[in-house]
């Protein structure tokens, strides 16, 4: 049982191929941002990263090429501005051009619902009115067939690899985490294979408040990275740091100061 | 004590909340005037972020949506499906809070593309979050938004959430559940949509300003409501409160 | 806000109304029993009574009469065998007939799901190749938009009333509940209005592993009753009286021997 | 040590499960066979409940799927809801373990209604519960009952839950994503669907038991496998971790 815990470089090599289609996700808490620079150094190209709100570190993986095709909801740098390099791709397709499929949060989560529920879609009420629908050809309207009123569908989204944080594992690989939990459940039972850091692992999980127990048996590897979710936090062993958010955005603002960062993220 | 226009809009958009209204928060100047309302007139507000937490009673303005203190201060914390499906989708949210890019006369909002082509836009804005079903479902809408020309256009380049549309009876026909934009709060003043045409009609002006600067800071002919009032300058309260809780000073 | 928080006989004569269609809700725990009794004793008259697992609780309201529709998707008394009101209704329409729709767990749960989303309508994989469609109006086919395939649609469930027993509140109305929570959340937020039953009224709710929170704007009212899910159990508070289950199949067996123990119900 | 039917038809269940296989357990039989597994040949079997219990592991025999011991000791509590659409739904259970009232050839059944008009049932059952979707989407069902004319029938009065349907390639006609019935375990023997024509075929008889029996025990012509063996009989550790679990004495 214990084979599933490996350390982070091997899980990325093991689990990440080009061209495969990568979600990482957790909502502002629990990023997985030092998988996301591992797959970085690994050099990995084509990607579809998947991702409801491609903070900085979609915005590394973009500049530094891995990425084809971004699906999301909300580009942006939270609380600061825009996402550069991400801007860069999209406006002028550097380094390499990036396809967008663009949704809603709601449409994102529920596209995660449905690929966690083996559906292969899901129904809900949104885009209506909006210019969404004509640039997104993953979104269909539904009738109900017991009303007939109109609704919308979004069909499910079954990564390939699905990719979070958490706070701990005990040795089983069973996962804990608390706090935001955000679409952390459904993009690891959504996808074919995952992949949780964490910040410890532990003989035995104490039952907290607040928390979700994934089961070892539907998690493919866990890997142990104290502090992987930085700049974001795990409630309980770290603080976001917000500072770090700023200092991104002029980083990221050129691609020449962005070169020098990835040079060190290479290492 | 003196004031910047800022404050003022901050301040004009806290005193929207009422009572115990649910206040559905983005970051920013939404967080700021929700937690400002919540700090002077509406104890009882509860704030609702798109994170997953409900009822947070943060002791700092948190920088993201998803900051730590929200999740340690909520009456709940649920996952994100859970809070777009279960409370925001069947209207349990009294009052959404949005900010625009770009916004129309009928409070139609763009926070997605600048430029007409979608494919090759000439900005590549954030996009959508959850904006498009907050627009849709919460009761009603308060946009606040800097106004000008650049930003208060004739047409949005891409409607990223409905307002009113295309006017009277677009909601209801698109089968969108809540009112829609009732306020929209500027740093010179205030627009409502016409009870008549839906066509936001500039009905107060902050302390100073005048109705040519709001009409200046409007891509389309703004219309002034025949009895525009002056919104109540900001109390001493309402600032001490507002720089308690964004540490700003009180400017020169 | 405390004039959420009433007794139980108030709750139930504002709440529940003759003709209403009335959920009460726990699987296995937390079930309102109390709350049944009350509506006995309240002597409601053709209701739709909702339920997954109409156990015992709901024996005892068909027996007495207050029922003339059955949703549901179980009707046993677990672990023991059968429900005989229930089939005494049923078989000899004893002693008022009571129409009957019948889904499956998935089904029910589905619809529950719907009816909280303000959604009218669930999609699932279920139903396909048995019996149950051609008897049941209420479930129908639906195809994906994006795949082709045929999946089954359920319509969304928005009882009246919904009811629920819980651990505690806190006096804002504010409830808290743990353990085994089925559909709690659902029923409660899927209904027009609801009822929480609570073993404890507090005056801040400790945070407990497991535990789920609704907050008191989403529901109606609160009453306080200690012991009201027996012989079904509150985690923490009680343990399942799996000796009353069994003493309830000889009770029930009979329509004089329940006639006694409707008769020191009612009192 | 001397046995009774039912002890040989619970060891015999429990030995079909194997290893770390998730199983999908309902109350009485599969759960006393489930959890003797989990005491004897399988410490790594996990129990899941449709209560929303993941990796139960009760130190006694719960009297309901929803006892307290069961959510004390799980990896993981989850909703209803969850339960079926995220834990069952995608196939992520292995095995389920399904009781029935009437049984057919194809391993379809019936806890629904006794009685062709469902509308006037002779007997009123308790209905389907989780079982059409435990069918369904489980990886393969086991089916654990009592063997009698009764039970064993021609055509079951209502389709519950779906075995093999009505032959080879219903279930992939169906969009059911499992295996199905696999096997179906009695107190005279087990029945296992031909690979050929899914017809259940009796392939074990357990000890003193012979195949005129279950013939006569069978409400169609029962097919014999024309290697049909032996049931090996419950060893002494068997019968004790039994009896420990369901507090039986030795029958005299």
Known sequence: MTARIVSLA????????????????GFTHLIPVAAGHEIIRQRRRGLTLVRMTPDIVYDQLIGAGCAAKLIFSWAGNPGVGSLH?????VQHAWPVPLEIEEHSHAGMANRYVAGASGLPFAVMRGYSGTDLPAHTATVAPIQCPFTGEMLTAVPALNPD??????????RRGNVQFWGITGVHKEVVLASARSLVTVEEIVDELTPMP????????????VALVPGGA????????????NDHYQAWDAISRDRDTFGQWLTEVLG | MSWTADEMMTVAAARALRGDTRCFVGIGLPSTAANLARRTHAPDLVLVYESGTIGAKPD???????DGVLAETADAVVSVPEMFNYWLQPGR????????????????INTTVIGTDYDDPRVRLPGAG??????ASCGEVIVVVRQSTRTFVDRVDFVTSVGHGKGPGDRERLGLRGRGPVLVITDLGVLEPDPGDCELTLTRLHPGVTAEQAVAATGWPLRIAPGVTTTEPPSDDELTALRSLTGAEEPA
Chains 1, 3 share one sequence.
């Open chain 1, 230 to 241: 930085h700049p974001s936090y795990a409630m309980g062993f770290s603080e976001r740091d």
């Open chain 2, 93 to 108: 949210i009294g009052v959404g809070f949005l900010g625009a890019a770009q916004l129309d006369r009928y409070a139609n």
């Open chain 1, 85 to 89: 390099r991400f801007r860069d791709a």
């Open chain 1, 10 to 25: 091997e899980a990325v090599a093991e689990l990440v191929h080009d061209g495969d289609t990568v979600a990482l996700e």
């Open chain 2, 60 to 66: 700092r303005l948190p920088l993201s949506i998803g």
């Open chain 2, 130 to 135: 959850g904006a498009p079903e907050i627009a």
């Open chain 1, 210 to 221: 607040g928390a979700v127990v994934l089961p070892g048996w539907a998690v493919t590897r």
């Open chain 1, 161 to 170: 690899v699905g990719i979070v944080h958490a706070q701990r594992a005990d």
